[in-house]
Each structure stands twice: as C-alpha cells, then as structure tokens.
C-alpha cells in the first residue's frame, strides 16, 4: 500500500469545507483503507482565522489569505474550491488548472456559465476537473451518468433540482401557505437565503440542469437558450387546482431529445400524486433518468448541506486519486464538447394546465375554448369552480387541463384570450409532466 498521501489545498471552510474536513478525520481509518492512501489537508485559505467554527482547522493545515496560493503551492496536488462566487473562484480554478493540479468544486454557476473555459484548459494540461457536489449536494448523479448508464442513450433527464423551491411548494401544498409566508418559513430555517432570487427565479436549478445535459448528451448547452421560469407566481389557488386533479406542483428541470435536438428548460410543472417525483417534499431533491437500456431510474437525498455535499466533494477527491493519470472530465472521448443542437423554446410540447379569470356570463367558456381549438389545442379536462377569496363574486376561474399543446400554440391563444374584455386578470399557463 502506497504511503504517499493524496495533498489537498482547501478553499473556503463553511459549511462544506467543515463538512470535508469532519468527514476526512472521523473516517481517515476506512478512506485509508478504500484508497490506499491518507487524504490529508496541506493548506487552507480562510478570509476570517479567528471566526469561531464548530469544526477545528484541518490538523497541520497551513493557513493562507490568498486562495491562488494554493494553486502555486508545490505541496498541493489536488484544488478543492469551496468558496462559492466566481470572480475569486474562477481566478483559483484557471490559475490551479494552468498549474497542472486537479480541481473539484462545488461551484455549479461558475461551470455553467464558464464551464466551456474551464474544461477546455483542463484537456489542455491534461489535469481533473471534478464537480459531483455541484449537482444535488451528495446525490451522485454525476458519476452515475458519467459511468454507470454511460452505455445508454439517454432519452430523459427529470429532476427536482432546487432544494429551497421545493421546501416552498412542499409549505404551500401541506400547509395552505402563501408563497410569501412560505419562503419566511425557508428562510427562518436556513434553506433560503435572505435575497433567495437564484433559488426562486429558477436560476440554481437552471445552472445544474446545463452541466445535466453536459453529462447526459455530450453536448455544451448554453445558458442564454435555456427557457426559464421561477416559482414566484404559484399560487395557493393553483396548488388547490392541482389536487383537484390529482397532482401538484414541483419546478422542474427537464431535458430529452427530440428527433436529435434537446428540449430543455426549467419550469413550474403538475405531477400526478402518482409520480415518485411528485413525493418528493421539503428541501429534498431527486432526478430521474430515462436511458434506452436501462428504462427509469430516479436519485433522492439532500440535495445540500455541508456533510451531503461535502461526501459528494470527497467521492471526486477519491476519483481523482485513482484515476488521475488520465482523468475523465466529460464522460465522452471528445474532452471539449461541442455546442448542442437546441430545439427552439417555441417548439417545446407538454401538456398544459391554464387558469382564467373571466366574468360569469355566457359564452365565455366557449370563447376561451373556441381560442384554445383555434391555435389547435385540445382540451380534455374542465373545472369551473369559485375561489372563496376573490372579493368579486362576478368573477370566477375556469381551469382547463390539455393534451400536449405546442409552445408556439400555448402563446396564439393566450395572446387571443388577453385581447377579450371579460378575461379580469393576467391568465395562469403551467406545464403537466
């Protein structure tokens, strides 16, 4: 058994970075024995050295101000950036791969919006860059797309991808809470930060579901195609709705192919009660992947949290150590993709779900339907029922559920139905999975 120690350079020590450190001392024994070598912590960057932390410094760690001096450190042999941002993070990750050092990171937006840099520099000094824990905290999705299923086509790629959105919907589903009472609740218990924008904009989960499609279709996808819609306007009334039909509501990040083009975004979406994904609650997050071969398989667990994202981070140190002589940063032979070929946003299909607020009076149904037949969409479902809130008891919604409807159709109707006098308010239109 080897006794040369696999060195790290640690960057950032918050939660996760405590997370990695606590999990490296309590299991050295058993990490030792899986890997054949200690993993041993050589110097840490920390902006605050006195800052009180339940979790001690790595033992015999150097401490340092500058986080690129771990990228020139001789004694460091693989990079861990745990601080979050891009700026500073992006400057260690290059500067560590120009090096010649192994980088994982936790660092989902600098890879999303950078990542085509990044991976083309790290082809180029043939080094790792590793990033499990960027994706659903400790859910191992990357590996299991990179290796497992990596002789599958894979035709779906289906997840719950934000664990603060989905402890908000969760709150408003089983509690009867309004958004703005829900997202204080994910705030008071930490899953929300105080500007929760990335998170309720769908822009976390929009970040994950880019490197999702790296990994799954071998393709770069851009984050300026990929539609995007947050869960700010979801309201107690349509999760109400939803349950008369037997679903709820989840935001989702979904890819698949269609006739050789990736049909992706993220979404507020109705899953029926029946869904493995639709029981997924709280800060929990799951993906699902469909291949050819293997069919349907769905990940659960914490999709955050410094000892979860923190396993994730040590899975790729791991990794790292073994096969670090020819690292595999995509999964496919090509180590720079090429750019992926994007179904356009107006051709997306799903089945829709669209809430009108309209007078109660005749014919209104049947103009809202004639609009709906005339952009040929075609309607399987109808439920008319008062909203014991709405203070205008001349108004009434009328909810209608559709076959697959094409987006380019979705937006001709709902473009016609705005032009009506009595539609009162601006119409609800929500994806079903």
Sequence with gaps: MSQLPVRLGLAGFGTVGQGLASILTENAGWITRRLGREVKVMALAVRDRTKARPVPFPAGARLVDDPRELARDPDVDIVVELMGGQTMAHELVLSALEAGKHVVTANKALLAERGSELFAVAERQGVGLYYEASICGGIPIVQTLKESLAGNHILDVTGILNGTSNFILSRMTSKGLSYEAALKKAQKKGYAEADPTLDVEGVDAAHKLALLIRLAYGRDYSL????????????????????????????????????????????????????????????????????????????????????????????????????????????????????????????????????????????????????????GISIYQVLQKADPDCPDETVVPIVFMTHHARQRDVLAALAKIRTYPFVKAEPVHLRVL
Excluded: W
């Excluded at 935001?251 to 109705?270: C, D, N, Q, R």
């Excluded at 140190?317 to 750019?339: C, H, Q, S, V, Y």
């Design 224 to 375: 300026s195609d990929l539609p995007v819609t947050g869960i700010t306007g979801v309201t107690p009334l349509d999760i109400a709705y939803a349950k008369e039909f037997g679903c709820r509501i989840k935001l989702i990040g979904k890819a698949s192919m269609v006739e050789g083009k990736i049909s992706a975004g993220v979404h507020p979406m109705l899953l029926a009660d029946s869904y493995l994904l639709a029981q997924v609650h709280g800060a929990f997050n799951a993906v699902r992947v469909t291949g050819d071969a293997v069919g349907s398989i769905m990940l659960y667990g914490q999709g955050a949290g410094g000892r979860p994202t923190a396993s994730a981070v040590l899975a790729d140190i791991m990794a790292l150590a073994r096969d670090g002589a020819a690292p595999n940063n995509t999964g496919f032979p090509e180590k720079i993709l090429p750019p992926a070929d994007v179904l356009s946003a107006d051709q997306e299909v799903s089945k829709r779900y669209f809430r009108f607020s309209v007078e109660d009076r005749p014919g209104v149904l049947a103009a809202l339907s004639g609009a709906m037949g005339a952009a």
